[in-house]
């Protein structure tokens, strides 16, 4: 038999940065899913147990489970689905359950199936729109909308009562609904004096409360659970935050200003802020420390603001993340990204980048950071976040002859790399028009004809110099500059400022590759270059064309854009290769290990940089990854923990030697990096078990099946399955332990119970063939029996079926005997001993089809213990306790076949229509009467006595358990209980019905 199951590891931002704290930045940047709603305006959100986020829209309700969505949505005719696709509220009241509000009801979805349980009518006094959902104690659910009132549900019994409001009775409206930390409920009416509290209880009354001056609009929890309100004052002052405490609203901040209204709007605290939803202007912002305030909304041309100003549903999720429901879609901010500052053109305005294409960069001595971009050379202060933007004619002065760019040349302001010299001199090269330099202190910008003649890159004249590509300018400690060309070698600024080239070629001690992309000058003192054919350590500086080079043969050439060393690793190069991933290196004896396997992001590694703590950072095409070669543990970020995208590029890299600060840039800006600040992820995110055959690569899962496997098995988000062949049929569990990016793996393994059916020649039928002939009986002869009994007299069927009760039926027993005395010592002796039973069981089901007088009968508790076993499987979260001490010891077969056969149909219909966490099954009485009682913790659909409601179609399992009842003139009772219901059954032998 082939099992393949999808494992995906339930972790909405999968793995990375930790911050040390949770605060939103000044200007917070906001992430848009791309969830592909089926309606832009989002009116509810929430988060399960299982870390599932969910999304009601307009047009129906969305799961979120951090990979892609999953839409559910009313079906016309399908009861256990939503009531309407106007998803209006949601709640996860405190045993886990989503509850979820509608235009047209309120509804309870059953995690395992996807349905849902209509628990209010669509119309009515307790029924129809349930813009908010509370919940007021164990089993007690708070519901209602400004147009229908306010309701409250028992969950139990399923009773709705009006909920009585001060200031308009059964039949008065509401304007806010918030469940509070005692498991009460505070309503707000109309006007700003309107409030009261319903409690838990029976008593469906809403007390009022004396707001002591303030009147709230709306309500929210603090990080405390203590009951927080944007209040204004009933003489008409200012708006005001403030925290309900003994009985009297206290300030937390004032002299806010007024918002704009949203139905049911959110109230939820973001690290030390405070944000209201508004529905003209964003989020309203307050520091609950510092008392200012400001405004979240969106900015035009900026794709990390908010999409919309209205805003309807707020959520702070298990990790601190927040997300905003607005008009046009979600939004979300994550703490995790507050590690890594992002820097874009957004709008074009002072103080931004020039252009997103980030193609190198230099720290200045003062501390500002220099920016190569394809639009403009930029000087960045990380201090204040403002940049200005430096073009040649900007800065042309009168003097010697300058080239200037011809205004339509493509290239015109495009650079590729920036260098501040020790003396000042600030080092400019372009990607097609060679090297230039600007002198701080002259205001004078000039292209460096002496190292285009050195290179030979000179028109016909032989003395106007020609441009070329510049990727990496370098200055070592002696003074000499080094400047690496795209195929014309590498050029050197001596000390005493002449110009010499080094130039490729074939043989021992040349230079491996004319496209030279980085120099690196090590600890030991020696310079390194990296080249598209290799690394190479330079043996002798020599002069110009006699310099010498060691190339580190690997026996491949793959092209090097970064080196780097770690005071952590000593006597080891970690370089980043186009095509080999990221190396380690040592030096002397030319050996390199590939860092990360395949876990790694990706082959082609563009920039490496090292940081204080001893970890190797390096920039890849999907993400930004951090080795920790100390514990050989790699973590990777990406756009979802705040960097400004997947990719990066070529040269775009700078440790800032004052800070430690990391730089990283790319196609679409440039990042900054606080390596303190990045801690590992410590949220242990749950496992889930999907259809969806995709996660992040760099998860990981631990797997095994027991009963097959000794240990675990390992894979990764790459391919998470779990692939089983050749397993026997029976019934198996599944162990799954999952990790985030950064190696936490979650406490307790996930279970998931796998039902192997046999194929149809390991069945009973085939298997009580099997045994027949073993005892024997040949197979032609039980084919004949059963041919036989469609068309000759009784009298044979009766003379058969005795053959197979004094033979098979008895031996098989026996065995079953035999069996349940043998002490268990492993799954395989039970095994046999289940499948024995059902051999049994089935050969008795065959025996009473032939209606024979001198069948005999089986055991009685055998035959219900295969039953209830048959349900255990169908629903292994349901705990089925049976109860056989009043089972008689030997039943007539008719009875006892009816007996299983209602038994099988009540099960049945408890599970489908119950949901229930538990069921107690027991058997009383003896012939001629004999009873059976079903009881379940949760109602079942009919809760009548006698079924004084009618039941529709004739496939309710409730239906065909009636019919077998009335046929032997018995009866069936459906009762409800403190806890949920009882059905009752009598039976009568036919003899007496």
Not at 441 to 462: I, K, P
Not at 466 to 495: M, P
Request: aromatic share 6%; with cysteine.
């Amino acid at each position: 038999m082939f099992v393949r199951l999808a494992l995906l590891l339930a972790v909405l931002a999968p793995g990375g940065a930790q911050a040390q704290t949770s605060d939103p930045a000044p200007d917070v940047r906001f992430d848009r899913p791309g969830l592909d709603l089926p309606h832009p305006e989002v009116q509810a959100l929430a988060q399960t147990a299982d870390g599932l986020v969910w999304i009601g829209t307009r047009d129906g309700l969305v799961r979120f489970d951090g990979l892609g969505r999953t839409l559910l949505r009313r079906e016309p005719g399908d009861a256990r689905t939503l009531p309407s696709n106007d998803v209006e509220a949601l709640l996860v009241d405190g045993a886990g359950r989503l509850w979820v509000g509608t235009r047209r009801g309120v509804a309870r979805l059953d995690a395992r199936t996807d349905r849902f349980a209509r628990v209010t009518p669509a119309e009515g006094a307790c029924g129809g729109a349930a813009t908010w959902l509370a919940e007021t104690g164990p089993g007690q659910i708070l519901y209602g909308s400004r147009r229908t009132g306010l309701c409250r549900l028992d969950v139990a019994s399923g009773e709705r009562d009006p909920v009585r409001l001060p200031w308009g009775g059964a039949g008065g409206r509401a304007w806010e609904v918030q469940t509070v930390a005692s498991g009460a409920a505070w309503v707000l009416g109309p006007r700003p004096e309107d409030a009261c509290r319903v409690d838990p209880g029976p008593d469906a009354r809403c007390r009022a409360i004396d707001l002591s001056g303030y009147g709230p609009r709306v309500l929210g929890l603090d990080a405390e659970v203590r009951l927080l309100a944007y209040v204004r004052s009933l003489d008409g002052g200012p708006h005001e935050l403030r925290r309900w405490s003994r009985g009297r609203f206290v300030p937390v901040v004032r002299d806010l200003p007024e918002v704009g209204w949203t139905e049911s709007a959110d109230l939820v605290v973001v690290g030390r802020e405070a944000w209201l939803g508004t529905a003209t202007d964003g989020v309203l912002a307050v520091g609950l420390e510092t008392g200012d305030w400001r405004w979240i909304g969106p900015r035009p041309g900026d794709p990390t603001s908010l999409p919309a100003p209205r805003v309807r549903a707020l959520l702070v999720d298990r990790q601190g993340g927040a997300w905003v429901g607005t008009s046009r879609g979600v939004a979300t901010w994550r703490a995790p990204a507050q590690p890594f500052r992002v820097y874009r053109r957004f709008s074009g305005e002072p103080g931004e980048l020039s252009d997103d294409r980030v193609n190198g960069m230099a720290e200045a001595r003062d501390g500002a950071l220099w920016v190569a971009t394809n639009d403009g050379l930029n000087r960045l202060d990380p201090e204040t976040d403002r940049g200005e933007t430096v073009r040649i004619p900007e800065v042309q002065t009168a003097g010697p002859p300058a080239w200037v760019p011809d205004r339509d040349d493509p290239f015109r302001d495009a650079w590729w790399q920036v260098l501040e010299g020790a003396d000042g001199t600030l080092w400019v090269g372009g990607k097609r028009t060679g090297l230039f330099r600007l002198d701080r202190r002259t205001g004078r910008f000039r292209r460096e004809a002496e190292a285009s003649r050195a290179l030979g890159l000179v028109e016909a004249d032989r003395a106007t110099p020609r441009g070329f590509g510049v990727r990496h300018v370098f200055e070592d400690s002696a003074g000499r500059l080094w400047v690496g060309t795209t195929g014309e070698g590498l050029a050197l600024r001596q000390t005493d400022g002449r110009w010499v080239s080094v130039l490729p070629g074939a043989g021992p001690g040349r230079l491996p590759h004319p496209s030279v992309n980085r120099f690196y000058e090590a600890a030991a003192g020696a310079i390194w270059v990296g080249t598209d054919a290799g690394l190479a350590r330079v043996a002798d500086p020599g002069a110009g064309r006699e310099m010498t080079f060691e190339a580190l043969d690997r026996g491949e050439s793959v092209p090097v854009w970064a080196i780097a060393e770690s005071e952590a690793t000593p006597g080891v190069l970690w370089v980043g290769t186009v095509g080999g991933g990221l190396l380690a290196v040592d030096p002397e004896s030319g050996s390199a290990v590939r860092v990360g396997g395949e876990e790694f992001p990706s082959d082609l590694v563009y920039g490496v940089l090292t940081d204080e703590a001893g970890h190797v950072w390096a920039s890849t095409s999907r993400g930004l990854a951090r080795y920790d070669p100390a514990r050989d543990r790699l973590s990777v970020y990406d756009a979802r923990n705040g960097l400004q995208d997947d990719a990066f590029d070529l040269m775009a890299f700078v440790r800032s030697p004052t800070t430690g600060e990391l730089w990283f840039g790319g196609p679409n800006g440039l990042v900054r990096v606080d390596p303190g600040g990045v801690g590992l992820a410590t949220y242990h995110p749950p496992v889930a078990f999907t259809a969806v055959e995709r996660a992040p690569r760099r998860l990981r899962y631990l797997y095994r099946l027991q009963g097959v496997d000794d240990d675990w098995r390992e894979t990764t988000g790459e391919r998470p399955l779990a692939t089983y062949t050749a397993l026997a049929p029976g019934t198996y569990t599944l162990l799954v332990l999952g990790s985030n990016a950064d190696g936490v793996w979650n406490d307790e393994p996930a279970r998931l119970t796998v039902v192997v059916e046999p194929a149809w020649w390991q069945g009973i039928p085939a298997r009580a063939v099997a045994l027949l002939l073993l005892a024997g009986l040949g197979l032609g002869g039980v084919v004949g029996v059963f041919r036989l009994a469609a068309r000759e007299h009784r009298s044979r069927q009766q003379a058969v079926a005795d053959d197979l009760h004094r033979g098979p039926v008895q031996g098989i027993t026996a065995i079953g005997r035999d069996l349940a005395g043998v002490e268990e010592h492993g799954e395989v002796v039970r095994r046999v001993r289940d499948r024995v039973g059902e051999v049994e069981v089935g050969l008795h089901d065959a025996l009473i089809r032939l209606r024979p007088a001198a069948a005999g009968t089986l055991d009685p508790v055998r035959a219900l213990e295969a039953t209830v076993r048959r349900a255990r499987q169908q629903a292994p979260g349901v705990a089925i306790q049976a109860d056989w001490s009043g089972v008689p010891s030997a039943l007539p077969d008719d009875l006892q076949h009816d007996l299983v056969s209602v038994l099988a149909h009540l099960l049945e219909h408890a599970i489908e229509t119950a949901g229930p966490n538990e069921v107690h099954v027991a058997v009383e009485g003896d012939v001629p009467s004999i009873g059976l009682r079903v009881a379940s913790d949760r109602p079942v659909a009919v809760q009548a006595p006698g079924f004084r409601r009618r039941l529709p179609g004739t496939k309710n399992p409730l239906v065909q358990a009636l019919r077998v009842v009335r046929r032997r003139g018995g009866t069936l009772d459906v009762e409800p209980t403190e806890a949920g219901s009882l059905v009752t059954v009598r039976l009568r032998h036919d003899s007496e019905a």
